[in-house]
């Protein structure tokens, strides 16, 4: 395992403060949409045409991510990438009509995934197991506070324009930041490509070999399925407990909160063991314990036990994605893995739109008491999925890893 230098420590916590940024704008959301869809006039599952408007932007920057790495570098793909969430998040309090602010979602994810796909491979193919979990917490610090922020403006002043306001102009001072400290990755970038130590960006598969393998389809429904597990709950945890459930507002907010909450503490503390514990056992236990919360929130024995079904689900599903991410090259094996990472961020932009507009359909016409049961089944096949995507027989012949690679 590589151990980081001093040097890097900057950069490091550049990528942390980028994730942070991630997250905050996930986490308004799901306390803001009551709000937002009154405002607005429109029904519950109208939350599905804004998902997939931002997911049209965020796969379209993910699928790009690697040309615009080579393109801007580093810390320019920074830059620009939190300049158009900034600009599309105030955008949102200024919109008078609902298409409107729909149409500035693809911004929005254009942003996002531009961050979150280059970050991704940069940490994948550059440090350790234990700083992708640090990294990917840092998206939860972001996304912890978000319901907070949504909660005081709601609370406060009863706007929900006030989050969005707050983050887009956080967004737009971080643009700034990254702008200034470009050098900085160019610099990193320059000393890495100098060594001849063998990184996962350095094998050039052909996009339809790795197609072709069964464990990379498994490896990216893992992916669509777990992230839209995640997104579900963030987005209709506080309209489950607020209109199914009869939380006072305040306290759902700070409910829905407590998932985000505990999955960054989760995730902290992921960070801390990842290396002796190994990927699959933090998979394999982060799934358990998150079907075990859903059980738990379905069952709804108390309030109580709402908030300490929703951290249970936060906390137990907090090191799945990292882990995920980071045993890719093993699950699909090197010389598939940098295509395979592409490929599965993209399935993240699917599962996060089509998951939980899907569940707003389903919460619409029948009960938002459905989340709970839909949580059981996405968890159940994930943990089936999994179990195939590791036994899965991987490819001895050298001879094709020698023709997949070229250095």
Same mark, same amino acid.
């Given at each position: 395992?590589?151990?980081?230098?001093?040097?890097?420590?900057?950069?490091?916590?550049?990528?942390?403060?980028?994730?942070?940024?991630?997250?905050?704008?996930?986490?308004?959301?799901?306390?803001?949409?009551?709000?937002?869809?009154?405002?607005?006039?429109?029904?519950?599952?109208?939350?599905?045409?804004?998902?997939?408007?931002?997911?049209?932007?965020?796969?379209?920057?993910?699928?790009l991510s690697g040309?615009? +790495?080579?393109?801007?570098?580093?810390? @320019?793909?920074?830059?620009?990438?939190?300049?158009?969430?900034?600009?599309? !998040?105030? /955008?949102?309090?200024?919109?008078?009509?609902? @298409?409107?602010?729909?149409?500035?979602?693809?911004?929005?994810?254009?942003?996002?995934?531009?961050?979150?796909a280059g970050l991704?491979?940069?940490?994948?193919?550059?440090?350790?197991?234990?700083?992708?979990?640090?990294?990917?917490?840092?998206?939860?610090?972001?996304?912890?506070?978000?319901?907070?922020?949504?909660?005081? /403006?709601?609370?406060?002043?009863?706007?929900?324009?006030?989050?969005?306001?707050?983050?887009?102009?956080?967004?737009?001072?971080?643009?700034?930041?990254?702008?200034?400290?470009?050098?900085? @990755?160019?610099?990193?970038?320059?000393?890495?490509?100098?060594?001849?130590?063998?990184?996962?960006?350095?094998?050039?598969?052909?996009?339809?070999?790795? +197609?072709?393998?069964?464990?990379?389809?498994?490896?990216?429904?893992?992916?669509?399925?777990?992230?839209?597990?995640?997104?579900? +709950?963030?987005?209709?945890?506080?309209?489950? !407990?607020?209109?199914?459930?009869?939380?006072?507002?305040?306290?759902?907010?700070?409910?829905?909160?407590?998932?985000?909450?505990?999955?960054?503490?989760?995730?902290?503390?992921?960070?801390?063991?990842?290396?002796?514990?190994?990927?699959?056992?933090?998979?394999?236990?982060?799934?358990?314990?998150?079907?075990? #919360?859903?059980?738990?929130?379905? @069952?709804?024995?108390?309030?109580?036990?709402?908030?300490?079904?929703?951290?249970?689900?936060?906390?137990?599903?907090?090191?799945?994605?990292?882990?995920?991410?980071?045993?890719?090259?093993?699950?699909? #094996?090197?010389?598939?893995?940098?295509?395979?990472?592409?490929?599965?961020?993209?399935?993240?932009?699917?599962?996060?739109?089509?998951?939980?507009?899907?569940?707003?359909?389903?919460?619409?016409?029948?009960? !938002?008491?459905?989340?709970?049961?839909?949580?059981?089944?996405?968890?159940?096949?994930?943990?089936?999925?999994?179990?195939?995507a590791v036994r899965?027989?991987?490819?001895?012949?050298?001879?094709?890893?020698?023709?997949?690679?070229?250095?």
């Open positions: 395992m590589k151990i980081q230098r001093p040097a890097n420590l900057g950069l490091i916590l550049l990528a942390f403060i980028a994730f942070v940024a991630l997250g905050l704008p996930d986490g308004l959301l799901g306390v803001g949409w009551p709000s937002i869809r009154a405002s607005f006039a429109q029904p519950i599952d109208a939350i599905g045409l804004f998902l997939n408007a931002s997911v049209i932007g965020y796969m379209g920057s993910t699928f040309k615009l +790495l080579v393109r801007l570098g580093v810390g @320019w793909m920074l830059a620009i990438s939190c300049l158009l969430t900034g600009v599309a !998040l105030i /955008g949102y309090t200024l919109v008078p009509a609902w @298409w409107m602010m729909a149409a500035l979602g693809i911004i929005a994810g254009m942003g996002a995934g531009a961050i979150d991704n491979t940069y940490v994948a193919a550059h440090f350790s197991e234990g700083l992708m979990q640090w990294l990917h917490a840092s998206w939860g610090v972001g996304v912890t506070l978000g319901p907070i922020i949504m909660t005081l /403006g709601l609370a406060n002043l009863n706007t929900w324009r006030f989050g969005y306001l707050v983050v887009g102009c956080f967004q737009i001072g971080l643009a700034l930041c990254f702008a200034l400290t470009s050098p900085m @990755w160019s610099r990193h970038a320059a000393a890495a490509s100098a060594e001849p130590e063998i990184r996962l960006t350095d094998y050039k598969t052909p996009m339809g070999a790795t +197609l072709s393998q069964p464990r990379v389809w498994l490896s990216i429904t893992l992916f669509f399925l777990y992230v839209g597990a995640e997104a579900s +709950l963030g987005t209709w945890a506080y309209s489950l !407990l607020t209109e199914s459930r009869g939380v006072e507002p305040t306290l759902a907010g700070f409910f829905a909160g407590s998932y985000w909450f505990s999955f960054t503490i989760g995730r902290i503390v992921a960070g801390l063991i990842a290396t002796r514990l190994g990927v699959h056992r933090l998979v394999l236990g982060g799934l358990t314990g998150a079907f075990l #919360g859903a059980v738990l929130l379905l @069952w709804n024995p108390s309030p109580l036990a709402n908030v300490i079904a929703v951290a249970i689900i936060g906390i137990a599903i907090a090191p799945i994605f990292p882990a995920l991410m980071s045993g890719t090259k093993t699950r699909v #094996g090197d010389h598939h893995a940098a295509n395979t990472i592409g490929m599965q961020m993209t399935a993240t932009g699917f599962g996060m739109a089509v998951i939980p507009t899907l569940l707003g359909v389903l919460a619409r016409y029948i009960s !938002l008491e459905i989340i709970p049961i839909c949580l059981l089944v996405v968890y159940a096949v994930m943990i089936g999925v999994y179990i195939v899965v027989q991987k490819p001895t012949s050298m001879a094709s890893n020698v023709e997949a690679k070229h250095l």
